[in-house]
């Protein structure tokens, strides 16, 4: 059970406590669910106004909150913050001790740094170096010549495929698959061949991926993932892809082959992506939209829409084609009269 | 191999058997593939017509049924129903005897129920509780604190993250993955920060899930499947979802984070739902539609397209989008009488 | 490492080489970041203008290249396939000698062909039988009755429910699962009904599957995936489809039940597909097109958008679409003078 008390919790978030500062807190919940010993917090005028009726037994609030109840409040500049790292020290998990499970597999020329927590049934290749204090699931399965930095986690049932490169605290959610094949073949007479995928994947420190999600190995070369990218579920990243630093990509959307993503883009979910299209940085392409092949969404632009257009014009067309009907109305009084 | 004679298939689906009652089934078939030692039905009337033809051994028919052949035919009032239960007693296989593989990895405080059959090289963490007569597949992956109900089955490859509930006779397909994070950042400065997701999973009774979807936990609270729920493969659901009960969704549709989704609703494959949206019960959501971000579906409302639109709307815009060529042409000839 | 003579390369793809028949290449990289031990090709007239500048030890180039350098070159008309080829030898893994890790849990009444490599922790069970010279990963889970035939890879994590056949030189990805039950469900009185899956998977001889995509087996019969298919990664294959034979499915396809596709049909990424929806052979599907339940695609056909259209009407219906507005004022133009 996790227990802090308020001037802890005020501590840890930077804030200004205000109320009986040794309550002892065990959880944190939303306004509307929290209880006398949970943390909850308010960060717009709606929620502010939510919290008045809140039983929450600690309020994280803006500095502008106007007090005038019985609550023990924190005040922040930024409440979504400043929560979010109070549930990081309420929850935390005592680190465990470095361990390897006795069942873990690992090829004698590989390398496992300290403080690692290696499952069961884990395997690890040949040549492969773990960083330290790594923590790999029950049922991983790392190829050979892969390089993991430290603090790196991958939950369990992660497969890495041979030669990948991960950078430091990478978290890596159950079933992703780095490093299978890039999906290259070529119609030769009467059936495809195979385009062998002889590169490699390279994901940068800080780099989080949902459960389920496949980045695929390159065909020549390295498909990238950039230092502090966000990768939601069943998200697909095909070969040679280059995506930037701190991208966001949603769930469900897919990257075709040699696809480029400048820094800080956001992706929403199930979008598809064309061929070497190219994303500039600070795009934001909106769910389900589709980019043709070699399209080019450009630097801090909002696109939408199959085929994606900039948000403005897309909005414009939905607007139009929902008042074709009292078009052709207008064409048809026009008809009488003419 | 299953053997049944044609008396104890009439008895298991409750239908009145015409012809020999003796002859031995062992197998079920499509009225067209079926042979003399096979089961088959017909539900509607075409179907009926082929059965006039069908070499099976015995046929699945609707109480109107004209028999005037050489067929042993059981007559029901609802054939598909009827041959469901049928097919269920066929290739029921016989209950394997509780058994814990030894080389399930099963932590000392967690508690397996009696009659239970625990693969290979799975693993069950601390405090976790499995009722009696559930099968965990092999390289089952289940953290600690986790609850699974009576008569569930886990096919192989099924991870469950910590503290997620999971009620009786759920089925959970090979490479499902329940309880992940749900996807929560913050941009702080010029990097993402993770809002830990401290929340849990909870599937109601009767809940089937597909291959390789996924069930991600809340940020707070629960992400909540209700009772009788079947999804699809490959289908996410964000953090905070509620899923109501007897709920259908197809294969791919996403999720985003707090939807909510009322009973008997219907939900087609590829679909995407925006967060918040709340989707009535006994909604239709067609294939592929787009529900956006806080859109709410009616109760009993069929939508389609992306946005969703009411069925009826979507499909007057779509046949004006085909229409268009013939308005311009109006118009043209217009200008020329102007 | 990988060590090919320019020579052995030119024999190896059938090329005529001019130049430096000694040089030694050690890998293979793109035009312009291959260096002088690496071999790269060029294959349009784009490509031959770069290979100009191209620092590679050896060039894979169409015969019509005009050399006029110091550049060791092999002639061949099909420079994309021999640098396939090319790369598949240097890039070959010696072949390990059979080895079954004796952590693999292999049911006794299965058979394993000679010169198989199984890996740790795998399961096999009752009755299964694996071709010759197969190779297992990590952590596979294969059901009872299972067929694999001769020189079929399963990369780690792959799973195979019962009964399901798999032909020979057959490539599955991390992730995959196949044979999982179809989604098939009757809603009978207030809950959904199973209607038993007791069909099959079978799968043709060179066909590759890509990571995390799932195969269902039949409600009855089987579902087919004919030879020489390839599937990209996240693919969904409902129960009871019926795909050709040298089909390309990209990722994140659907394809809903009973659906069927002819050889060489060619479907984008993101594309669903409609219950017994019939794409004929040679069909062209775009990328997030959506094929409506029972229609239609005809052989060698090219179909867009959602739902599918013939290409050239779809491109029509886009273009009008954006000249909406346009019409629009000519309408008023029109009022004006009326």
Redesign the interface.
């Known amino acids: 059970m996790p227990a802090l008390t308020t001037a802890q919790i005020a501590a840890v978030c930077g804030g200004k406590l205000e109320g009986d500062s040794e309550r002892l807190i065990t ?4 306004l509307d ?1 929290a209880g006398p010993a949970e943390l909850a917090f308010a960060a717009n005028p709606k929620a502010v106004e939510q919290a008045r009726s809140s039983r929450a037994g600690c309020l994280i609030v803006p500095e502008w909150f106007a007090a005038q109840g019985p609550w023990t409040v924190i005040r922040v500049s ?1 409440p ?2 400043a929560f ?1 790292r109070a ?2 020290a ?2 935390q998990k005592p680190r465990p001790q470095g361990f390897i499970d006795p ?1 873990a ?1 690992i090829d004698p020329s590989a390398r496992v740094g300290p403080d690692c927590v290696i ?3 884990v ?1 690890i290749g040949a040549h492969s170096e773990i960083g330290r204090a790594c923590s790999i ?3 991983c ?1 790392i ?1 050979e010549e892969v390089y993991i930095g430290e603090d790196s986690m991958l ?3 992660v ?1 890495v ?1 041979d030669r990948v490169r991960i950078g430091a605290r990478v ?1 890596l ?3 992703c ?1 780095i490093g ?2 890039g ?1 290259g ?4 007479a ?7 995928q ?1 590169g490699t994947v390279e994901i940068g420190d ?1 780099v ?1 991926i ?3 999600s ?1 980045v ?1 190995r390159a065909a ?2 390295a498909t990238r993932i950039g230092e ?1 990218t ?1 990768i ?3 998200v ?1 990243i ?1 070969h040679n892809c280059s995506i930037g630093k ?1 991208v ?1 990509i ?3 959307t ?1 990257f ?1 082959g040699s696809v480029t993503v400048g820094d800080y883009a956001v992706i929403g ?2 979008v ?1 992506v ?1 061929e070497k299209a190219q994303i500039e940085a600070k795009a934001v392409v909106g ?2 939209a ?1 980019i043709l092949v070699s399209q080019r969404v450009r630097a801090g632009e909002p696109v939408w829409g ?2 994606a257009r900039p948000l403005k014009q897309h909005l ?3 607007a ?3 008042r ?2 009292e ?2 109305q ?2 048809q009084a ?2 009488r ?2």
Chains 1, 2, 3 share one sequence.
Do not use: M
């Not at 959880?27 to 939303?30: M, S």
């Not at 073949?185 to 030769?188: A, E, P, Y």
């Open positions: 959880g944190a919940n939303t669910q930024e979504r913050v979010a549930l990081a309420l929850y069942t597999r499952g069961a049934y395997t699931g029950a049922g399965h190829g939950h369990a049932g497969t495929y978290v959610h159950s079933g698959v299978a094949d999906f073949f070529t119609l030769t009467d059936h495809y061949e195979k385009f062998p002889v800080d989080e949902g459960a389920n496949c695929d020549l070369g502090g966000k939601d579920n069943l697909h095909a701190h966001v949603a769930a469900q897919g075709s979910g199930q598809g064309g769910g389900k589709g199959i085929p414009k067309n939905l139009q084609l929902n074709l009907g078009l052709r207008e064409i026009l008809k009269k003419s």
